[in-house]
């Protein structure tokens, strides 16, 4: 199978992502979409990388991935209470 169907798929799993993160306002579905666009980059490295090198990278990526959505979803649990909403166009201002 040849690399370019694999980065077609990747170019439009990032677009739609990037489509949905931008349209929808909750902050909880802007982090998944956010995922969706990392998982599309991953796809693309994998399919025109070369060989073990892109997936040695892909991995780390995971792993970064993984942190990033656990920071997100930490940031996100303590706006809410502060807030007391989820969407991102109801938060205008933050303050320390």
């Known amino acids: ?4 169907p694999l ?5 439009v ?10 349209t929808c306002g909750s902050l909880v579905r802007m982090l998944m979409f956010l995922e969706l666009m990392l998982n ?17 990278y892909a991995v780390m990526l995971f ?5 990033e959505a656990g920071v997100g ?4 649990i303590a706006l809410a209470p502060v807030f ?6 109801n938060i205008r201002e933050l303050k320390g």
């Open 13 to 22: 799993l990032f677009t739609l992502a990037a489509a949905g993160f931008l």
């Open 84 to 89: 007391k909403t989820l969407e991102a166009e």
């Open 1 to 4: 199978m040849s690399a370019y």
């Open 63 to 67: 792993a970064i991935a993984a942190a």
């Open 40 to 56: 599309a980059a991953n796809i693309a490295l994998v399919a025109l990388g070369p060989g073990t090198v892109s997936q040695a």
């Open 73 to 76: 979803l930490a940031l996100i």
């Open 7 to 11: 980065a077609a798929v990747s170019f």
